[in-house]
């Protein structure tokens, strides 16, 4: 749905959305004044949504902090006024936040505050799966998982009621595919915005030190106990699925089931096909544990034998254990079963689940089994055929002529001064360097990592190996200035590239702090105050950096680029040169909007073609790897094998929908020695055309 209507006052409406939607909408409905977060998938969308409203209402505020920590500790600063705030970001910025996150908990919320993290077991879209969930094990801050699209948007409102409640602050658990699951949601009222807070001076609760922070410790943790006893609270949270009354279902009633988030979809649908239906326990209140319900739900269906179903680690079941063996009073053995069958690892689905229940019902289904394994069969066979798509560059994209330009360089260097260059990685397109073509990355750990790592290795590496450490501007201001800042101070031998685009590119074209104001419309009216602007450049040159080792270039020029990595490289200290490009995907969107507001805006259209008798040097291809340069084939040739055919006959050509002629002045061009792409002008205006 388009954004405006996500936000529109129509209680009682149903509407097809998605997770990130639905928590959107949450957010609006229940008042809250203050909102921030770090993009990160998979819940950049949610903090998108949210910088819509800001920018429409007066009484809303949204910040794409500078990284997670800032984003937590202004949604601690709104909270303690009194008025409700929610910090956003993926699984991995908790660790930016961990900090604050141990220690702001002792003193707990006035505001109702959520903290909402999206994880990432299967690891589509970051570097590792930790299970979040288990920082509850220190910092004891409640965990809610909604399981339902519906429920994204109602936890929300009763995750800031519950916080309000017992004042601290609580932890939305939530993963990738029910952020980006669609379901029928009904929306809600909406509860009108406090706009101003009052900060009420206790130093007794505020400063934690020495026996304040002990005795806060000590009423946090006596807090949440209470929570955990609250019978209401588990049933607000907590459901046990109430199946309907076909007789075609079987009603097997010793064996029940624990399970929570999206997991649980996956146990319905797998006792569906099954045919069977068991005791399940959904949880939406995962931690704290509410032991004596627990204990309840196996009494009341005089369970034997206990399955839980969970991605990642055994959080769950190992609460479970405990339960059962150090707590519960029915004195009886119940076997509990998760991880000694499901895997630790990766995300699951229903056929995993229907293997794992399966081995533990005394039930015939042999053809779901017969069908899962031919199922499986046909994927070993079909996925080693299928050609490899590995992540690249946008057609026309500022990065290609720098790596391109940059492995020039390096050959050139290593031939003749026997260099070998290692190549330090972070997170952001340019991460894409690691891919064909290119293959220009020797490691990708955190975000910062890859300076940060360098200047342990710079000092000790041998003298023929260089380091080139790549970072772009948003993570640059994120978390790689103390790790830049620390190479100048020991003036380590390294170049860093560093990548202004000027947007937060990977995540969905963000702002960030080094944003320039002109390229952003609309200021956000609920603050009422003028954003500033961060000069990358201005900052480099105020940090200690000598002027000479610090260089300028715009991202297109391959000549010019060849000759500043040619005469930078070898230069010992730290050197820094800074691409200043705008990400050429927003500026195509821009200019595309620009278009559609004037319509008699008629620009001079660009084409660029190749021609039929291209000799296929293939340095458009080998070296450049734009993918708007495609192969069709004229004429099949000899069968190495089923899935290698070598063409007799074929050409390359360029496809105009995937080509930005008007944001790359013709890269391919500029590389094509035997000058075989041509560049076509039309004027639209005098409806002439040239060839160049």
């Given at each position: 749905?388009?954004?405006?209507?996500?936000?529109?006052?129509?209680?009682?409406?149903?509407?097809?959305?998605?997770?990130?939607?639905?928590?959107?909408?949450?957010?609006?409905?229940?008042?809250?004044?203050?909102?921030?977060?770090?993009?990160?998938?998979?819940?950049?969308?949610?903090?998108d949504?949210?910088?819509?409203?800001?920018?429409?209402?007066?009484?809303f505020?949204?910040?794409?902090?500078?990284?997670?920590?800032?984003?937590?500790?202004?949604?601690?600063?709104?909270?303690?006024?009194?008025?409700?705030?929610?910090?956003?970001?993926?699984?991995?910025?908790?660790?930016?936040?961990?900090?604050?996150?141990?220690?702001?908990?002792?003193?707990?919320?006035?505001?109702?505050?959520?903290?909402?993290?999206?994880?990432?077991p299967?690891?589509?879209?970051?570097?590792?799966?930790?299970?979040?969930?288990?920082?509850?094990?220190?910092?004891?801050?409640?965990?809610?998982?909604?399981?339902?699209?519906?429920?994204?948007?109602?936890?929300?409102?009763?995750?800031l009621?519950?916080?309000?409640?017992?004042?601290?602050?609580?932890?939305?658990?939530?993963?990738?595919?029910?952020?980006?699951?669609?379901?029928?949601?009904?929306?809600?009222?909406?509860?009108?915005?406090?706009?101003?807070?009052?900060f009420?001076?206790?130093?007794?609760?505020?400063?934690?030190?020495?026996?304040?922070?002990?005795?806060?410790?000590?009423?946090?943790?006596?807090?949440?106990?209470?929570?955990?006893?609250n019978?209401?609270i588990?049933?607000?949270?907590?459901?046990?699925?109430?199946?309907?009354?076909?007789?075609?279902?079987?009603?097997?009633?010793?064996?029940?089931?624990?399970?929570?988030?999206?997991?649980?979809?996956?146990?319905?649908?797998?006792?569906?096909?099954?045919?069977?239906?068991?005791?399940?326990?959904?949880?939406?209140?995962?931690?704290?544990?509410?032991?004596?319900?627990?204990?309840?739900?196996?009494?009341?269906?005089?369970?034997?034998?206990?399955?839980v179903?969970?991605?990642?680690?055994?959080?769950?079941?190992?609460?479970?254990?405990?339960?059962?063996?150090?707590y519960?009073?029915?004195?009886?053995?119940?076997e509990?079963?998760?991880?000694?069958?499901?895997?630790?690892?990766?995300?699951?689905?229903?056929?995993?689940?229907?293997?794992?229940?399966?081995?533990?019902?005394?039930?015939?289904?042999?053809?779901?089994?017969?069908?899962?394994?031919?199922?499986e069969?046909i994927?070993?066979?079909?996925?080693?055929?299928?050609?490899?798509?590995?992540?690249?560059?946008?057609?026309?994209?500022?990065?290609?002529?720098?790596?391109?330009?940059?492995?020039?360089?390096?050959?050139?260097?290593?031939?003749?001064?026997?260099?070998?260059?290692?190549?330090?990685?972070?997170?952001?397109?340019?991460?894409?360097?690691?891919?064909?073509?290119?293959?220009?990355?020797?490691?990708?750990?955190?975000?910062?990592?890859?300076?940060?790592i360098?200047?342990?290795?710079?000092?000790?590496?041998?003298?023929?190996?260089?380091?080139?450490?790549?970072?772009?501007?948003?993570?640059?201001?994120?978390?790689?200035?103390?790790?830049?800042?620390?190479?100048?101070?020991?003036?380590?031998?390294?170049?860093?590239?560093?990548?202004?685009?000027?947007?937060?590119?990977?995540?969905?074209?963000?702002?960030?702090?080094?944003?320039?104001?002109?390229?952003?419309?609309?200021?956000?009216?609920?603050?009422?105050?003028?954003?500033?602007?961060?000069?990358?450049?201005?900052?480099?040159?105020?940090?200690?950096?000598?002027?000479?080792?610090?260089?300028?270039?715009?991202?297109?020029?391959?000549?010019?680029?060849?000759?500043?990595?040619?005469?930078?490289?070898?230069?010992?200290?730290?050197?820094?040169?800074?691409?200043?490009?705008e990400?050429?995907?927003e500026?195509?969107?821009?200019?595309?909007?620009?278009?559609?507001?004037?319509?008699?805006?008629?620009?001079?259209?660009?084409?660029?073609?190749?021609?039929?008798?291209?000799?296929?040097?293939?340095?458009?291809?080998?070296?450049?790897?734009?993918?708007?340069?495609?192969?069709?084939?004229?004429?099949?040739?000899?069968?190495?094998?089923?899935?290698?055919?070598?063409?007799?006959?074929?050409?390359?050509?360029?496809?105009?929908?995937?080509?930005?002629?008007?944001?790359?002045?013709?890269?391919?061009?500029?590389?094509?020695?035997?000058?075989?792409?041509?560049?076509?002008?039309?004027?639209?205006?005098?409806?002439?055309?040239?060839?160049?």
């Amino acid at each position: 749905m388009k954004i405006a209507e996500l936000f529109q006052d129509s209680p009682g409406k149903k509407v097809l959305i998605s997770g990130n939607e639905a928590f959107a909408r949450g957010i609006f409905e229940s008042g809250v004044r203050f909102a921030a977060n770090y993009p990160g998938t998979p819940l950049s969308e949610v903090g998108d949504y949210l910088n819509f409203l800001s920018k429409n209402s007066d009484g809303f505020t949204f910040d794409y902090s500078v990284n997670e920590k800032v984003a937590l500790e202004s949604c601690i600063g709104v909270s303690w006024t009194g008025l409700r705030s929610v910090a956003m970001f993926k699984h991995l910025g908790l660790n930016v936040a961990a900090d604050p996150l141990h220690t702001f908990p002792y003193s707990g919320v006035d505001g109702g505050m959520l903290i909402l993290c999206g994880g990432d077991p299967g690891i589509l879209s970051s570097t590792n799966a930790q299970d979040n969930r288990l920082y509850s094990l220190h910092t004891k801050i409640p965990i809610i998982e909604p399981s339902t699209v519906q429920e994204c948007k109602d936890f929300i409102r009763e995750g800031l009621r519950l916080s309000e409640l017992y004042k601290i602050p609580i932890y939305v658990h939530v993963t990738s595919r029910l952020c980006h699951s669609h379901g029928i949601v009904t929306l809600g009222k909406i509860n009108m915005i406090e706009n101003t807070g009052t900060f009420k001076k206790d130093p007794d609760r505020y400063i934690n030190t020495l026996n304040r922070a002990l005795s806060n410790q000590t009423k946090y943790f006596q807090i949440v106990g209470e929570l955990a006893k609250n019978k209401k609270i588990f049933y607000l949270f907590n459901k046990v699925k109430e199946w309907g009354k076909k007789k075609e279902i079987e009603d097997i009633s010793e064996v029940g089931i624990i399970t929570s988030g999206l997991c649980y979809s996956y146990v319905i649908q797998a006792c569906r096909k099954l045919e069977i239906k068991p005791p399940i326990l959904k949880l939406g209140l995962i931690f704290p544990i509410n032991r004596d319900e627990i204990c309840t739900f196996a009494n009341t269906y005089n369970l034997k034998k206990l399955l839980v179903v969970e991605e990642l680690e055994p959080f769950i079941e190992t609460v479970s254990k405990r339960t059962f063996c150090n707590y519960c009073d029915s004195k009886r053995d119940l076997e509990i079963h998760g991880k000694d069958f499901l895997p630790k690892i990766g995300e699951l689905t229903t056929d995993i689940v229907i293997r794992f229940i399966m081995n533990h019902y005394n039930i015939e289904r042999e053809h779901l089994i017969e069908n899962i394994d031919q199922k499986e069969q046909i994927l070993k066979e079909i996925l080693p055929s299928l050609p490899i798509r590995e992540p690249t560059f946008c057609a026309g994209c500022q990065y290609r002529p720098v790596f391109y330009s940059l492995k020039k360089a390096v050959e050139k260097l290593s031939e003749k001064k026997g260099y070998e260059f290692i190549y330090a990685g972070d997170i952001g397109c340019y991460t894409l360097s690691e891919s064909y073509p290119y293959q220009m990355l020797d490691w990708v750990v955190c975000m910062g990592a890859g300076i940060g790592i360098a200047n342990g290795m710079a000092q000790v590496v041998n003298e023929h190996q260089k380091l080139i450490a790549f970072i772009g501007d948003s993570t640059l201001l994120h978390t790689g200035l103390q790790p830049l800042i620390n190479a100048i101070k020991n003036n380590t031998e390294m170049t860093i590239i560093i990548f202004n685009n000027y947007w937060t590119s990977m995540t969905g074209q963000q702002e960030h702090a080094g944003t320039p104001r002109s390229l952003i419309e609309v200021q956000d009216s609920a603050s009422k105050r003028e954003k500033k602007e961060i000069n990358i450049i201005a900052l480099l040159e105020n940090i200690g950096l000598e002027k000479e080792n610090l260089i300028v270039s715009r991202a297109y020029n391959i000549e010019q680029l060849e000759k500043v990595f040619l005469n930078t490289l070898p230069r010992p200290g730290t050197k820094v040169i800074v691409i200043n490009e705008e990400c050429a995907l927003e500026k195509k969107r821009r200019q595309k909007l620009y278009e559609d507001q004037d319509a008699d805006l008629q620009k001079e259209q660009v084409y660029y073609t190749i021609l039929d008798s291209c000799i296929k040097c293939n340095e458009c291809i080998e070296y450049l790897g734009c993918p708007a340069i495609n192969i069709e084939i004229l004429e099949k040739g000899e069968n190495l094998s089923d899935d290698n055919i070598i063409p007799k006959n074929y050409k390359y050509f360029i496809n105009e929908s995937s080509c930005m002629p008007n944001i790359c002045p013709g890269v391919c061009k500029t590389v094509c020695k035997d000058n075989m792409i041509k560049k076509t002008l039309i004027n639209p205006n005098d409806n002439k055309s040239s060839k160049e």
